[in-house]
């Protein structure tokens, strides 16, 4: 009898691989991740190294405020010296809100202030350092692999039922903010964009959009939540590594220009 093989796709382990906003929660998963599995890590955030990795010949992490564009520079430079050519980047970095009776941004409320920071963190600095990796990239002949992690309220709007138990000090109930959703949906088409422009230089452009991961929310929530997804329920941080070591892996070398959905089935209702 003739047994057949599966082929997995693989990473290539030297691959010097750079994530940003590393202390967050896919963020610190994927560096474990990585990490677990031979490949060289550079984690930049604006938050001080928290994760079980220290530096070493195969982790490095710097503080670093990613609209700081010099700092920036030095800290890939830097990461270069140590590990050689850049060659995946993981946009994680991002502010989001987090459900609760004191977080009042409902669209009555809405500061421009707050809409433009949010903005400066979710997209200006994504494109910042998906430029400076690329003009890297460009520069040694990489053909390397860029991803932003985007939301399922990039391409749908949040459906604000979810949130009627959390009530506000006013006697609201929390809504999920419109800049929020305006700032992941942008990644949506910074994806295409980015990945036309960088085609000809054969840099691979992709998002991929994450539904709700259970977090220690409240037992409302994610019952609420679950009740809204085809797989009636949330998923499970160990459920995000494999998307994005597959778009790293060169078994996706012809996939470019994409947006990933991984959520569980909301978006198919």
């Known amino acids: 009898?003739?047994?057949?093989?599966?082929?997995?796709?693989?990473?290539?382990?030297?691959?010097?691989?750079?994530?940003?906003?590393?202390?967050?929660?896919i963020g610190s998963h994927t560096v474990k991740k990585l990490l677990e599995n031979g490949y060289k890590v550079t984690s930049i955030d604006i938050k001080s190294n928290n994760i079980e990795a220290k530096p070493s010949n195969n982790f490095t992490h710097f503080t670093c405020d990613i609209l700081d564009e010099e700092k920036l520079k030095v800290a890939l430079s830097?990461?270069?010296?140590?590990?050689?050519?850049?060659?995946g980047l993981v946009n994680c970095a991002a502010l989001d809100f987090i459900p609760?009776?004191?977080?009042?941004?409902?669209?009555?409320?809405?500061?421009?202030?707050?809409?433009?920071?949010?903005?400066?963190?979710?997209?200006?600095?994504?494109?910042?350092?998906?430029?400076?990796?690329?003009?890297?990239?460009?520069?040694?002949?990489?053909?390397?692999?860029?991803?932003?992690?985007?939301?399922?309220?990039?391409?749908?709007?949040?459906?604000?039922?979810?949130?009627?138990?959390?009530?506000?000090?006013?006697?609201?109930?929390?809504?999920?903010?419109?800049?929020y959703s305006a700032s992941k949906s942008s990644l949506t088409n910074i994806v295409k964009y980015l990945s036309t422009y960088l085609g000809v230089n054969n840099i691979r452009v992709n998002g991929?959009?994450?539904?709700?991961?259970?977090?220690?929310?409240?037992?409302?929530?994610?019952?609420?939540?679950?009740?809204?997804?085809?797989?009636?329920?949330?998923?499970?941080?160990?459920?995000?590594?494999g998307p994005i070591k597959f778009l790293l892996s060169e078994e996706s070398s012809y996939v470019t220009g994409t947006n990933l959905v991984v959520d569980g089935g909301w978006t198919a209702w």
Request: no cysteine; hydrophobic share 35%.
């Open 78 to 87: 830097q990461s270069q010296e140590k590990f050689g050519p850049i060659k």
């Open 208 to 241: 991929i959009v994450f539904g709700g991961i259970e977090n220690n929310q409240d037992s409302n929530f994610i019952e609420n939540y679950s009740s809204m997804t085809p797989l009636s329920r949330m998923a499970n941080i160990s459920e995000t590594f």
């Open 100 to 179: 609760n009776k004191k977080s009042d941004h409902n669209l009555e409320n809405f500061d421009i202030k707050n809409f433009s920071n949010i903005f400066n963190i979710n997209v200006s600095a994504q494109i910042l350092v998906s430029k400076l990796v690329a003009e890297n990239m460009i520069s040694q002949k990489i053909q390397g692999s860029i991803i932003f992690i985007n939301s399922i309220y990039g391409i749908v709007s949040p459906n604000q039922h979810i949130y009627d138990h959390i009530k506000l000090d006013s006697g609201e109930s929390y809504k999920k903010p419109i800049e």
């Open 1 to 25: 009898m003739k047994i057949l093989t599966v082929k997995m796709f693989v990473m290539d382990n030297t691959k010097n691989i750079v994530i940003t906003g590393s202390q967050g929660l």
